[in-house]
């Protein structure tokens, strides 16, 4: 039999379960922020992943690991670089460990698994590397934001570069896929809109190095540069085979500066001289903020730092701007967004702003090989913009 | 392209052709002598790579490396012939295509916990390791002419194995009839395992050769794979001779193709493959 008082007491029960369940977000506010590191620890990229980890690692310590005075918890998956898992493994770190924020990752096919799960879940994504142009144009995010470049932006500002040393013919050569595409489309705009010609346009499929008929055509052409995109094992591959075949010294080597970054080792090195790039950071960049960032880096991590570490850290000094605009409370996804889209990072490679489409805005650098160095002859592109075609933010 | 570069690009071609046979010789004799598709063929050719990774890092020098790699291969060949591959030859073709595709599987696995998924390179050998001057703005590596050499010297010495002695002859007739060349007293089994071994060994040379020039990363035999299977297909099924024509060929093909028409390179080989079907369903040397 049911009494007046026991409806009063068990109504009374819920409606404390109800405030309590109320004031579950004021909890949050004091829990721990969740941080995804969803980034390549094993396989071919592995160099590449654990450099953005210590990168974002780094720049929280510098402000005494907390999120707008909120604690963080780190969660880590390894990617493999496998774009087949891309989905599943975003999904782990936003079903499972339900966190606030996914950092990565390196490569392209990967990072469409993490795009499309940010897409669908909503939550904040912070792209370190990848460079694929659908993130920050068609298919842009309000949550998602890029401290990198897209594939297109260092080979843009190749054109002028080239057409200021006279070569007006150029032959583009690069690995046919997405990456080397969108690096080749940078390079047509950059190159055309200063003037220059491309007189032919070669490929092979990726990540194939057999490139000896496609020398033999650069001999057969003779054109007065070779424009490039490749990287790692692949860039080291070609450009041996470059000055194997007798090309190096006769026909100037231009490329987008993954061509040489962080690749020149004593093997490489004496192929490799003269070969001028373009980049948004260099090693050698002389700056007060570059040198304190490599000094910090080489003490905390007992090795150099390479572009992929300041990518990194500059995606822990975005998330440190937009987590203490709203004091740690992510879920305020409105003023994190405004708070994000307005920064501007004191970045290593120097002061960047962040595009309507989420990109950065950056200087691209002209470098040289000399030595062992990408030596910095310059500014070749001004605060250069991704165009963000097809992007409708802001 | 003037008559300097047009020569020079032909020598791409035979050499980048020459490597294609070395693979597909093993390809054809084993579908033709033992009616096995062997969907592994490629996981020799990175098995080799990588045994010439191996080998020169342990032993420091690629023309040590080499040989001994070849033996290695042989052996392996031999065993998997005994252990594996015997059991299926009078089996159902679905069957032997999921062995031979678990088998890819299962390289894999094994490659990954032997060596790591990095990519690896081999260095090309010091005495090899510099260029002739052919034309004012090109040079020709001097390890890509003794990878033409030792190409040639294989694929001579095969073709003298198969026309010119009695094991050739005994795998002409197995390839031929198999079930009449055994009738006449032909030592049917011993024939198989050699045949399998050889084309194991054969497979995974190509890989060790090729090691200096290509990197050396994981899965690298199914690209292979496919284009070992296109030179079958048009040489014919079983015929060592129309493998050398077809692979010839596909590297003319492929190389000038690349630098003519680069935006069709990729699919100009099968255009070939499919014209030759059309025309010629059994191959160009149909047994």
Request: net charge positive; charged share 15%.
């Amino acid at each position: 039999m049911t009494t007046r008082r026991q409806v009063l007491t068990q109504s009374a029960a819920i409606l404390g379960a109800v405030s309590g369940g109320l004031i579950l977000p004021a909890n949050a506010q004091n829990a721990k922020i969740r941080v995804g590191l969803m980034l390549p620890y094993t396989g071919t990229f592995t160099q590449l992943g654990v450099a953005c980890d210590n990168g974002f690692r780094m720049a929280l310590e510098e402000k005494g690991n907390k999120l707008g005075g909120r604690e963080i918890e780190y969660f880590k998956v390894d990617d493999e670089s496998e774009p087949a898992k891309g989905v599943e493994n975003a999904n782990k770190l936003v079903q499972r460990d339900k966190v606030d924020v996914i950092i990565g990752t390196v490569h392209s096919g990967v990072q469409m698994g993490i795009h499309k799960v940010a897409r669908e879940t909503g939550v904040l994504s912070i792209i370190p590397n990848a460079g694929m142009h659908a993130a920050t144009r068609a298919l842009c995010a309000p949550n998602v934001f890029r401290t990198s470049f897209t594939n297109s932006q260092p080979t843009r500002a190749l054109g002028k570069a080239m057409m200021d040393k006279g070569h007006k013919k150029a032959v583009w050569i690069t690995w046919k896929y997405a990456a080397g595409d969108e690096a080749g489309e940078g390079f047509k705009e950059g190159y055309l809109a200063a003037g220059g010609t491309i007189v032919k346009e070669l490929g092979l499929p990726f990540p194939n190095v057999e490139f000896q008929a496609l020398l033999t055509e650069i001999a057969s052409i003779k054109p007065d540069a070779v424009a490039c995109f490749f990287s790692g094992g692949g860039a080291s591959k070609f450009i041996r085979d470059y000055a194997a075949a007798g090309l190096a010294g006769k026909i100037p080597l231009y490329g987008s500066g993954f061509l040489t970054e962080g690749l020149l080792d004593d093997e490489l090195a004496p192929s490799a001289q003269g070969i001028v790039t373009t980049l948004h950071y260099s090693t050698s960049l002389a700056s007060k903020r570059n040198d304190a960032f490599r000094l910090a880096y080489a003490k905390m991590f007992k090795m150099q730092p390479d572009v992929y570490a300041v990518q990194g850290y500059d995606a822990g000094q975005l998330l440190l701007q937009g987590a203490a605009a709203v004091n740690g409370d992510l879920s305020n996804k409105k003023a994190l967004y405004a708070a994000m889209e307005n920064a501007v990072i004191d970045s290593p490679r120097g002061k960047w702003t962040m595009s309507k489409a989420h990109n950065p805005v950056q200087d691209i650098y002209l470098r040289v090989v000399k030595g062992k160095e990408n030596v910095v002859l310059g500014v070749a592109a001004k605060a250069l913009e991704d165009s963000g075609a097809g992007c409708k933010l802001g | 392209m003037d008559l300097a570069n047009f020569l020079i690009q032909l020598l791409n071609s035979v050499q980048y052709g020459l490597l294609l046979f070395l693979l597909a010789a093993g390809l054809t004799l084993i579908f033709g002598i033992m009616g096995v598709v062997n969907l592994a063929h490629g996981s020799f050719y990175m098995l080799g790579a990588y045994l010439a990774y191996a080998l020169t890092g342990s032993m420091g020098n690629l023309f040590v490396a080499i040989p001994v790699g070849a033996v290695l291969s042989l052996v392996i060949g031999w065993l998997l012939e005994k252990i594996l591959f015997k059991h299926f030859y009078h089996r159902d073709h679905l069957d032997q295509v999921l062995l031979t595709f678990g088998l890819i599987y299962i390289f894999e696995e094994l490659r990954s916990m032997l060596w790591g998924d990095d990519v690896h390179n081999v260095a090309i050998p010091a005495s090899l390791d510099w260029s002739i001057k052919l034309t004012d703005t090109l040079s020709y590596p001097a390890y890509r002419l003794f990878l033409l050499g030792v190409c040639l010297l294989l694929a001579v010495g095969l073709w003298l194995l198969i026309s010119r002695t009695k094991i050739g002859m005994k795998i002409r007739a197995g390839a031929f009839n198999s079930d009449m060349a055994q009738a006449l007293g032909v030592n049917i089994v011993r024939l198989h395992a050699l045949v399998f071994a050889l084309g194991v060994a054969l497979a995974s040379l190509a890989g060790m050769l090729i090691a200096p020039l290509s990197s050396i990363y994981p899965n690298m035999g199914s690209q292979v794979l496919i284009m070992c299977f296109v030179v079958v297909v048009i040489g014919g099924i079983g015929s060592v001779r129309g493998a050398l024509t077809a692979a010839l060929l596909v590297g003319l093909v492929d190389i000038f193709g690349k630098v003519l028409v680069p935006q069709f390179a990729s699919m100009l080989v099968y255009v070939l493959m499919a014209l030759v079907l059309l025309y010629k369903p059994e191959g160009l040397f149909k047994q």
